[in-house]
């Protein structure tokens, strides 16, 4: 009979002899609590592994690529190896949850809202959700940091659901179904990367949605069925690239971009846009105008404000508004061509052309004689062409 020190050698010699076996495969379960913050150990982890003719023992001198358990999520992912073996498995995060909303449409239970003690909003279930006023969203006056959204929501309408967050960092990216999302994460001024939300095929408003978010540098493109995007990225100081615009369907674009200092280029305009009013005022880095689409209407003050601007953009035949379009650009030099003849154009470059060049109109325009002179600026002259026209 084999005495207890003998079982132990007899297991020892068995277990070095199963290890000399090729293995076939690893089985991996997690058995520990992952708290948000703190260190991975292996007591975590079960390893089993299986050799090629069937028999199983456990390992202990294995690997882990992640060492920390993420401060945010519900689960993530480590991969496990051993010699030539990598097993990937997802990990749940331990969190203990504060407060829960049933937000679901029609049947409140079907979509919950839970604010966890690490700082996560989360929206887990099925289907759409209640639609709020910017002064009914639950969890306004919880704190939070990160947003997930679990597969199955499906809301249409998310307007101002994070408005106002200043501790707001990251947000998942957005479920495909959403049609409208005014001012969702205006003022979330600690938020640097917009969630993706190209994805999102239905989305047709997004006013002011990033309006406010200073310290916003990346965004996503531009959907291609968004339609009004009025302010949408006003005032987003750190913002230095703007977004792709020109897949999308876009028609108004009003305040778009203004006041956004760090922009250094004004986008591509698609030939669907109508009004931009506003849309780069104030954006004092931008050097060179964009086109202005061939049937736009209204793009009073577009570029006002613009220090650095010195290529002016044609105005063309379609504009019926132009008021201060061009105003206070002190650098603009060069050539401009004017084609529309509306006389809403007072003040279209007040207080610009003031660094010692000349600014030259031209085109097909019957007002060019009537700006060149109301502006009052020796330094905005009438191009040859027009010249002879008015002497004629």
């Not at 089993?48 to 993530?76: C, E, M």
């Not at 209640?130 to 307007?159: C, M, R």
């Not at 408005?163 to 990216?173: R, T």
């Not at 010195?310 to 061509?337: F, M, T, W």
Request: aromatic share 10%; hydrophobic share 35%.
């Amino acid at each position: 009979m084999l005495t207890m020190a003998g079982t132990k050698i007899f297991e020892t010699y068995q277990m070095k002899h199963l290890q000399q076996e090729p293995l076939s495969a690893i089985e991996v379960s997690f058995v520990g609590k992952a708290v948000p913050g703190t260190e991975l150990t292996r007591p975590m982890f079960e390893i089993n592994g299986q050799t090629q003719s069937g028999r199983v023992y456990r390992i202990n001198n294995y690997d882990v690529d992640v060492k920390k358990v993420p401060a945010h999520g519900s689960d993530f992912e480590v991969t496990i190896i051993y010699q030539d073996f990598k097993k990937k498995i997802k990990v749940p995060i331990t969190r203990k949850p504060l407060v829960e909303y049933r937000i679901g449409y029609p049947e409140p239970d079907s979509v919950k809202a839970t604010v966890y003690t690490n700082g996560d909003l989360e929206f887990t279930g099925t289907g759409n959700t209640l639609k709020f006023s910017q002064s009914s969203i639950p969890w306004k006056s919880e704190s939070y940091t990160h947003v997930y959204f679990k597969p199955g929501i499906e809301p249409a309408n998310i307007d101002y659901w994070f408005y106002g967050n200043s501790e707001l960092a990251y947000c998942d990216a957005l479920p495909k179904s959403i049609e409208s999302m005014r001012g969702t994460f205006r003022d979330a001024d600690s938020l640097e990367t917009t969630p993706e939300f190209f994805q999102c095929t239905e989305l047709r408003v997004a006013t002011e949605c990033f309006s406010g978010c200073e310290d916003l540098k990346n965004t996503d493109t531009v959907p291609i069925n968004l339609v009004d995007a009025d302010a949408m990225y006003r005032g987003c100081v750190s913002l230095t690239i703007p977004p792709d615009l020109m897949k999308s369907s876009l028609v108004t674009i009003n305040d778009m971009f203004r006041g956004c200092i760090g922009m250094t280029r004004a986008p591509e305009i698609p030939e669907t846009v109508k009004e931009m009013k506003n849309t780069f005022e104030g954006c004092e880095n931008i050097y060179s105008a964009t086109k202005f689409p061939e049937l736009i209407e209204n793009i009073s003050g577009s570029y006002k404000g613009c220090t650095s601007l010195k290529d002016a953009a044609r105005i063309p035949q379609s504009v019926l508004e132009y008021q201060s379009c061009y105003a206070d650009c002190i650098n603009l030099y060069g050539i401009v061509a004017i084609d529309t003849d509306t006389n809403k154009n007072s003040g279209v470059f007040a207080g610009a052309v003031q660094a010692g060049r000349q600014l030259t109109l031209t085109g097909a325009s019957q007002n060019l004689v009537e700006i060149q002179q109301s502006s009052n600026n020796k330094m905005i002259v009438l191009g040859a062409e027009v010249k002879e026209e008015v002497t004629q």
